[in-house]
């Protein structure tokens, strides 16, 4: 398997500009996790999926930021409009199981929004 | 609120030594706690994950530990090589949830 893939790895972008990060989880892999990490705060998690249905968004920092996970194999997150603060990498995870399962990471997109 | 805290932030140790690295976290009611490595401008690897019921798991020359009382897991790396060179993050899920609570890492550099 090619594991969680990201697209793109990198995206710069202006102030007000909308932003669409993309992520293709590993196949058979029931859940999928939007994390972002920045020097300050860390890795935090944003918004997680089962089965494609939001569980938990309460991470997500404002209305700017939506995420979709239209079906098994795709989920997208969306900022818009986008503001320099929200310059960070954005890594996305999956994993499957009963709870005690491994998480495995994208290799990320580094957003900078000038 | 669960704090999770990892002492040292950075590390640097010659080839060949063995080394402890240290993860204490302040609610012991935890579910799980995993160890991820990052290399710079790459995603995390998990590396080994132990299960609130369990006191230690092993993978090679790493070996974790945990003491829910105390509120501490370290990461034993055996015989430490310039490979090993990355952050290490430890990470708690405090139920069956998913969610983790990261740790700010521990940058490490093997000199060779």
């Known amino acids: 398997d090619a594991g969680v893939i990201q697209s793109p790895r990198h995206e710069v972008t202006e102030m007000g500009q909308e932003v669409t990060l993309r992520c293709k989880p590993i196949?058979?892999?029931?859940?999928l996790f939007w994390y972002r990490q920045t020097m300050m705060r860390g890795l935090e998690l944003l918004i997680y999926f089962n089965n494609n249905v939001p569980i938990d968004d309460s991470g997500m920092p404002e209305d700017r930021f939506s995420a979709k996970m239209p079906n098994a194999s795709f989920s997208t997150l969306k900022i818009q409009p986008s503001e320099p603060r929200d310059s960070a990498v954005y890594f996305c995870?999956?994993?499957?199981?009963?709870?005690?399962?491994?998480?495995?990471f994208g290799s990320g997109t580094q957003l900078s929004v000038l | 609120k669960q704090e999770v805290t990892q002492i040292p932030a950075a590390l640097s140790v010659p080839e060949g030594e063995n080394l402890v690295l240290n993860c204490s976290f302040t609610d012991s009611a935890i579910y799980n706690l995993q160890w991820f490595r990052q290399d710079p401008g790459k995603g995390l690897t998990s590396l080994l994950l132990?299960?609130?019921?369990?006191r230690e798991q092993t993978s090679g020359r790493l070996n974790a530990s945990l003491d829910k009382s105390s509120g501490r897991s370290t990461l034993y790396i055996a015989a430490s090589q310039p490979g090993d060179s990355a952050t290490y993050l430890c990470?708690?899920?405090?139920?069956?949830?998913?969610?983790?609570?990261f740790g700010s890492g521990t940058r490490l550099l093997v000199r060779p």
């Open positions: 132990i299960q609130s019921s369990q």
């Open positions: 995870a999956s994993s499957t199981g009963t709870g005690n399962e491994k998480l495995f």
């Open positions: 196949s058979g892999h029931d859940y």
């Open positions: 990470a708690l899920q405090m139920d069956s949830s998913y969610k983790l609570i």
